[in-house]
């Protein structure tokens, strides 16, 4: 199968082509984290995603399109199994008790999820599962003076997110009902204290 216009497709993205094996399409790479990047919130417009490697099929990529245009405002970086290696194992994490979990992980699943919570802490920003989409742009679930945002869920449905930005007094009173926090869509300010307590109650549990 061969694709008329995968740069029409893909206009959004700085690398483009297409396998010559498969209908697949490798996607943007922004590896490189964007530390001089200038935002008026606490938590930086930059959204960190993670897949086991930069090769999509068409139809997924039409949605990372969708999700980049919809959100131009942000900086995405897309990170591969590679990618996730090598952070885990240099800076801040090099050789580290969480570092040491994440090596001995058996599935990409649990990969992404330590490497998730460490990104957040250490860089800050937005982490969104890829194979999720929000309705409305990133912008609209935080407020600029919010330290965080927690995402709930009915699991049933990204249509039906809802986000809060809240003191510790409104988590406690505000918990949406039928809903559990998402861990698909999580957004944080650099160093905050719930994915440092996230990352140390790994640390005491494992093994699981």
């Given at each position: 199968?061969?694709?008329?216009?995968?740069?029409?497709?893909?206009?959004?993205?700085?690398?483009?082509?297409?396998?010559?094996?498969?209908?697949?399409?490798?996607?943007?790479?922004?590896?490189?984290?964007?530390?001089?990047?200038?935002?008026?919130?606490?938590?930086?417009?930059?959204?960190?995603?993670?897949?086991?490697?930069?090769?999509?099929?068409?139809?997924?990529?039409?949605?990372?399109?969708?999700?980049?245009?919809?959100?131009?405002?942000?900086?995405?970086?897309?990170?591969?199994?590679?990618?996730?290696?090598?952070?885990?194992?240099?800076?801040?994490?090099?050789?580290?008790?969480?570092?040491?979990?994440?090596?001995?992980?058996?599935?990409?699943?649990?990969?992404?999820d330590i490497f998730s919570?460490?990104?957040?802490?250490?860089?800050?920003?937005?982490?969104?599962?890829?194979?999720?989409?929000?309705?409305?742009?990133?912008?609209?679930?935080?407020?600029?003076?919010?330290?965080?945002?927690?995402?709930?869920?009915?699991?049933?449905?990204?249509?039906?997110?809802?986000?809060?930005?809240?003191?510790?007094?409104?988590?406690?009173?505000?918990?949406p009902i039928g809903r559990?926090?998402?861990?698909?869509?999580?957004?944080?300010?650099?160093?905050?204290?719930?994915?440092?307590?996230?990352?140390?109650?790994?640390?005491?549990?494992f093994p699981f």
């Amino acid at each position: 199968m061969q694709l008329k216009h995968p740069k029409r497709l893909l206009s959004s993205f700085k690398k483009k082509y297409l396998s010559s094996r498969n209908p697949l399409v490798t996607v943007a790479t922004f590896t490189d984290y964007l530390s001089d990047f200038q935002s008026s919130s606490l938590i930086p417009r930059i959204c960190h995603q993670t897949w086991e490697e930069k090769i999509f099929r068409l139809r997924f990529a039409h949605g990372l399109e969708r999700f980049h245009n919809l959100n131009k405002d942000f900086n995405f970086i897309l990170y591969d199994s590679s990618d996730r290696s090598d952070y885990m194992n240099s800076g801040i994490w090099r050789n580290t008790e969480i570092s040491k979990i994440y090596n001995r992980s058996n599935f990409g699943v649990l990969d992404a999820d330590i490497f998730s919570y460490c990104i957040l802490y250490e860089r800050g920003g937005f982490y969104i599962d890829l194979a999720r989409e929000l309705p409305k742009p990133l912008k609209n679930y935080f407020q600029l003076s919010s330290p965080f945002s927690l995402f709930f869920s009915n699991h049933q449905s990204t249509m039906d997110l809802v986000s809060i930005q809240p003191n510790s007094l409104q988590v406690r009173n505000n918990l949406p009902i039928g809903r559990s926090v998402s861990h698909s869509f999580m957004a944080y300010k650099k160093e905050h204290p719930i994915m440092l307590s996230t990352i140390e109650n790994i640390c005491e549990m494992f093994p699981f």
